[in-house]
């Protein structure tokens, strides 16, 4: 299944990191979502994508492990992270592969084609950070802090990342906001210059944890794409989610 290149073979892996503690929404991967745990629907999402050699949960909570055990899901016992990006960085350790994709364990309606996309064409010796980004519709969403906006340049490349609404419309409304979606890749070298930075001063101001990476210089390349995926941040969004997962499963 690994992705072939130039007669190169280049092994990408999925990872979802899972933890039982969080303040916003305590035990949010195993809620339940028609019959099975939202972090189930996630899994079975990503191991459709042929391109990922193996799928793996990363937990550091029993509880997780054996939700994991008992629906013969692949997972790695880590140790406490303060970010998911050091979870997966843990992994890294265990598990070789030239790119990690993270998959947040709360989109149990991410498209296989969508995880596809952020897939790199090819492997390097250098920092790597890739993103996906769809255009924001819901103007309710464009002023959450928790949906993260994205500018880039004509390349895709991150110019910035914030909670606030960016760019501002100062002087024209004829552009279309748009929002990161809950996956992301990088290689070895990224993650270790990660969890080798200290947190810098935007990302303190934005608690927002990817910024580390633009404030050590490792560009972040975005890519377009059609999702109507929707992530669980809040118990009434998991009601919105069921709803729709009984009209997909009832189609």
Not at 85 to 112: C, F, M, Q, W
Not at 226 to 244: F, I, Q, Y
Request: net charge negative.
């Amino acid at each position: 299944k690994a992705v072939l290149l130039g007669g190169e073979k280049m092994k990408v892996i999925g990872v979802i990191p899972a933890r039982y503690g969080s303040s916003r929404f305590p035990g949010k991967p195993l809620q339940d979502i028609c019959g099975k745990p939202m972090l189930w629907w996630v899994y079975h999402q990503a191991i459709k994508v042929k391109e990922l050699e193996g799928v793996y949960v990363a937990t550091d909570d029993d509880r997780v492990a054996e939700i994991c055990k008992k629906y013969n899901m692949n997972y790695v016992m880590t140790g406490e992270h303060s970010t998911h990006i050091a979870r997966v960085h843990e992994l890294s350790t265990k598990v070789e592969a030239d790119y990690y994709v993270n998959i947040n364990g709360d989109e149990p309606l991410i498209e296989p084609s969508t995880i596809k996309a952020i897939i790199p064409t090819e492997a390097s010796d250098k920092p790597k950070v890739f993103g996906l980004m769809k255009i924001l519709r819901d103007p309710v969403e464009l002023i959450d802090p928790s949906n993260i906006k994205v500018a880039t340049n004509k390349e895709g490349v991150a110019l910035y990342i914030s909670r606030a609404p960016i760019p501002h419309p100062y002087k024209t409304i004829l552009f279309e906001y748009k929002k990161a979606i809950g996956v992301e890749c990088w290689n070895k070298e990224a993650l270790e210059l990660f969890v080798n930075s200290e947190p810098g001063e935007m990302e303190k101001i934005e608690d927002l944890v990817a910024l580390r990476f633009f404030e050590n210089g490792c560009p972040m390349h975005y890519t377009l794409v059609e999702s109507n995926s929707l992530s669980v941040d809040t118990p009434k969004d998991l009601e919105k989610v069921r709803l729709l997962m009984k009209e997909i499963l009832n189609k």
